[in-house]
């Protein structure tokens, strides 16, 4: 298919313009009738020379996966055998799930060279997305047609809960500023870690650390190093129903989940325990807990595409299920967004679970109540917002209270925040020795 560029509508303005002008004066009719059929002859001649082959290929580089809500760039390699210079319009089809910014792509393509322009992408939802195809128009070389076609260049990406950030906690992690992403290192307390080494005393070492013995033969201050124990079960059991959909920013409190999970299994498997998943509430998957770095890509391929239900959660079921599936004492985190209906379901499945596991219960808040309560109460309506806002926060605090009152080790935090608190909770859990 071929379509008018802009210098034709410059000439079809052109002929207008005439066309006024002979109107006035009538013997230039004749010369207006000349330059009409030469403009008709050479729309018709460039028009053929549009739709020659340009022997066009195009390649697009993408990576097999994709972090959600991280801006990326997508590279493309375009090239040509033909005898002349061809300038092109590139447009990309992308799905719906990315966001795009430099569409479309104007080029100027010299003989024997390719060109490697990119545009930037931000995935906005997990899953599969699929690149059907490229749209190209080619200029003629009159520049008075584009040649509009299409290049069936396909490919499909996995989009992945964020994992950019374990990039940057394994950067922290080695540049020991931790407390950039929020995560506290505190000193060892109590019992329930291995000894790993003995090294030279440091500043801030308790005096407990000291091995007295070996200081003696080695005329020094010899402290022992203490790691934190290791072989333990990690089980995350992660509500899919139908709250986890709500939204704070651009993304859901299920996506802040799934990255609160994602970084903190990196975390315990750096830590050497074994790490395991359930969901519940509409989709239910199940992962045994293993060891080893490989298991993270077991994880990211077990929750990429995983989406919040409609259904409501079946708190008492999911229990069941999983002292079913995973006998072994572990760390059972349920991630959640509490409500104070909750209440009648949800403790007996609390209950049942603690007979047999560590129980640590995450509940997401709604930063956009918080925000609601800050405008001062200037007339009756928002007096009347923030009363109901203040009286369901109250419920819901009560319901934590209950939850805590089991013996269950409680967060309540803001989806933000999900990843450090957790984090720092787990870490907490290691150095305490209770699991």
Not at 355 to 366: C, I, Q, V, Y
Request: net charge positive; glycine share 6%.
């Amino acid at each position: 298919m071929i379509l008018p560029a802009r210098r034709s509508f410059y000439l079809i303005a052109t002929h207008l313009a005439l066309a006024i002008f002979v109107s006035f004066f009538p013997r230039w009719l004749g010369l207006w009738y000349g330059l009409l059929g030469l403009s008709f002859i050479g729309w018709l001649v460039d028009g053929l020379f549009a739709l020659r082959k340009h022997d066009l290929t195009i390649e697009r580089f993408l990576p097999n996966s994709l972090p959600v809500g991280v801006q990326r760039n997508l590279r493309l390699r375009v090239r040509h055998t033909h005898t002349q210079a061809l300038t092109v319009m590139i447009y990309d089809h992308y799905p719906s799930s990315i966001q795009v910014q430099g569409l479309p792509l104007k080029l100027s393509l010299p003989v024997g060279e390719y060109a490697e322009p990119s545009y930037s992408i931000r995935p906005v939802e997990r899953g599969k997305a699929s690149f059907p195809r490229i749209q190209v128009r080619v200029l003629s070389p009159w520049q008075l047609w584009w040649h509009d076609h299409s290049l069936a260049v396909e490919a499909e990406v996995r989009i992945y809960p964020n994992f950019a950030a374990l990039a940057q906690y394994a950067l922290l992690a080695t540049d020991h500023h931790l407390s950039h992403l929020g995560i506290m290192k505190r000193q060892r307390r109590g019992e329930g870690q291995d000894f790993h080494q003995l090294r030279e005393y440091r500043a801030g070492d308790s005096l407990r650390q000291i091995d007295w013995k070996a200081s003696a033969r080695m005329h020094k201050a010899i402290s022992r190093e203490y790691q934190d124990e290791r072989d333990q079960d990690i089980i995350f059991l992660i509500d899919c129903g139908h709250r986890m959909q709500a939204k704070d920013g651009e993304l859901s409190h299920f996506d802040h989940t799934l990255n609160a999970v994602l970084l903190m299994a990196y975390v315990a498997l750096k830590q050497g325990d074994a790490v395991g998943l359930a969901t519940f509430g509409g989709t239910e998957r199940w992962l045994p807990a293993k060891k080893g770095q490989l298991s993270l890509n077991q994880i990211l391929n077990t929750l990429y595409d995983l989406q919040p239900s409609l259904q409501a959660p079946d708190y008492s079921q999911a229990a069941s299920q999983l002292l079913i599936r995973h006998k072994k004492r572990a760390l059972v985190i349920l991630i959640s967004n509490l409500r104070d209906e909750d209440t009648d379901d949800l403790l007996p499945a609390l209950n049942l679970l603690r007979k047999r596991h560590l129980l640590l219960l995450a509940s997401m808040r709604e930063q956009a109540l918080d925000l609601a309560l800050e405008p001062m109460v200037g007339h009756l309506e928002v007096a009347i917002e923030q009363a109901a806002i203040q009286h369901y926060l109250h419920l819901r605090q009560q319901t934590l209270e209950r939850v805590r009152a089991t013996g269950t080790l409680c967060l309540d935090v803001p989806p933000t925040e999900l990843s450090s608190q957790l984090i720092n909770r787990y870490l907490e859990i290691k150095r305490s020795g209770v699991l």
